[in-house]
């Protein structure tokens, strides 16, 4: 039986596994983090909601990632002050829990001035912080993931003028996962070739498979 770990796949441009030949670390970086941007669009919410949870955040002293625009929100006195008023209703609730629209009522009466920059900084801090979370990773810096994933798009741009559409690679997380450990640790240099040959094997294949739980090779994975 599948556990809800095992149907989680980080998607990308079959393409991308060139940058994984020059330099292994560096490509598999580039890989998640165009792949956790693209995930996090399907993660995106009213920028109120994000709002409410950035207010949370300062309550109840979560300490929780936050993006250079978001942090600088967060400083801003009406916010602060705001997130004063609100503490008390954050009480009893769980610590990890998404608060539903109606906790907009809080501060609904606010009307608090944000720009459209601001409003899609929230947006996109909680969208990313979504998708980080359903991975189970933290995030190490948001405007450097998005800077990554921006790159990777720009390739992907140039690469489709000169070639056309490319196929989609899909590999399972904990696998990614376990290839990225492997090859941030390691000391074997052969070894390192070998098990970045059978990574690149495993999402070409399964770029053809389309999604399979399992792929056959003819080396022990």
């Not at 709002?51 to 990632?65: E, F």
């Not at 008390?88 to 920059?117: K, R, V």
């Not at 948001?142 to 690469?159: C, E, P, V």
């Amino acid at each position: 039986m599948q556990t809800q770990s095992d149907k989680r796949f980080l998607n990308f441009p079959l393409v991308m596994l060139g940058d994984t030949v020059t330099n292994p670390q560096a490509g598999l970086s580039k890989i998640f983090d165009y792949a956790i941007v693209a995930y996090s669009e399907k993660c995106r919410r009213p920028w109120k909601s994000a709002l409410v949870q950035l207010l949370y955040c300062m309550a109840r002293n979560k300490g929780a990632a936050l993006s250079s625009s978001v942090s600088a929100i967060s400083r801003r006195g009406d916010v602060q002050e705001l997130a004063g008023e609100v503490d008390g209703a954050f009480i009893g609730h769980d610590a990890a829990a998404n608060y539903p629209e109606a906790m907009l009522d809080i501060y609904s009466f606010q009307e608090l001035p944000f720009t459209d920059a601001e409003k899609e900084s929230l947006v996109q801090w909680l969208a990313l912080n979504d998708a980080a979370s359903f991975f189970g990773i933290g995030i190490r810096g948001h405007k450097m993931i998005l800077d990554s994933a921006a790159q990777a798009r720009h390739q992907q741009d140039a690469h489709k003028i000169k070639y056309g559409n490319d196929a989609s690679a899909s590999v399972p997380f904990e696998y990614f996962r376990e290839t990225w450990n492997a090859v941030r640790t390691a000391t074997d240099a052969p070894e390192h070739a070998e098990q970045m040959r059978i990574f690149r094997m495993v999402c070409a294949v399964r770029s053809l498979i389309g999604k399979k739980s399992m792929v056959r090779t003819t080396k022990d994975m």
